[in-house]
């Protein structure tokens, strides 16, 4: 997850430092459960390497590792890829974690084989990018911030993005009591709607496995229950 949560000087969200205000209790911030969207998509698909941009705390990252996938998350914050890391060593289960902005990433992780072998970026190398909740950091509109994403997607890879198609009733609040302000993104979007910006700024051709809208039973700030849906898209990327 990419969430900023304070807003610079400049009307720029200074979104590490904020992250590493996010994380800087002892608790975790999330519940270290997988994403039931992307159990439920991912599911079906062959194993192979995965890349989860955002992936806070491992969870998800970790049970693809679990489920055979050759798993990779990048963070913006040091703190959640300590705890991603630790996480996955106490559970026995081997994944990569990596300090990153997927803006600027090349796709090799320092130590690694493909860092060894190459010179420059080496974007494209994964058969799964996953985005959960990402979120636009200005002055990036979200048509980049999907581009970025997806240009980690191999050639007859998959890209899936689970955001939210709608705001909880207590996110105004919510938003003024962190500073989200102006700086940042936080806008409810579709399935369709994140394709369309797919498509738009990339130069490969992708199809649409699955858009749809889920629904989950969620808590907020308060324990007040609701249920919210999330957008849920899974693009494949078309060799010609």
């Keep these: 997850m990419t969430e900023p949560q304070q807003v610079a000087n400049a009307g720029v969200p200074d979104s590490v430092a904020a992250w590493e205000e996010r994380y800087a209790g002892d608790d975790a911030v999330w519940s270290g459960?997988?994403?039931?969207?992307?159990?439920?998509?991912v599911g079906s698909l062959t194993p192979g390497r995965v890349l989860d941009v955002g992936c806070g705390e491992g969870a998800d990252v970790i049970w693809l590792a679990e489920n055979g996938w050759?798993?990779?998350?990048?963070?913006?914050?040091?703190t959640a890829i300590d705890r991603a890391t630790e996480a996955a060593a106490a559970k026995g289960v081997t994944a990569s974690f990596e300090v990153a902005d997927v803006s600027t990433w090349s796709g090799s992780g320092p130590g690694s084989a493909e860092s060894e072998q190459t010179d420059g970026p080496r974007r494209g190398g994964f058969d799964l990018v996953v985005g959960c909740f990402l979120h636009t950091?200005?002055?990036?509109?979200?048509e980049e911030l999907v581009g970025k994403v997806a240009d980690h997607v191999a050639p007859d890879g998959r890209l899936l993005l689970i955001s939210h198609a709608e705001m909880p009733p207590w996110a105004q609040n919510y938003d003024e009591e962190l500073g989200?302000?102006?700086g940042h993104h936080h806008e409810p979007v579709s399935p369709n709607g994140d394709f369309a910006l797919l498509?738009?700024?990339?130069?490969?051709?992708?199809?649409?496995?699955?858009?749809?809208?889920?629904?989950r039973e969620v808590e907020g700030p308060d324990g007040q229950p609701a249920e919210l849906d999330d957008s849920v898209l899974l693009a494949h990327r078309i060799t010609d």
């Design 70 to 78: 050759d798993a990779v998350g990048i963070d913006l914050s040091q």
């Design 180 to 182: 989200h302000g102006e």
């Design 137 to 142: 950091r200005l002055p990036d509109t979200r």
């Design 199 to 215: 498509i738009g700024g990339s130069p490969v051709r992708w199809e649409i496995d699955l858009a749809e809208l889920r629904t």
């Design 33 to 41: 459960n997988p994403n039931e969207a992307l159990v439920a998509t």
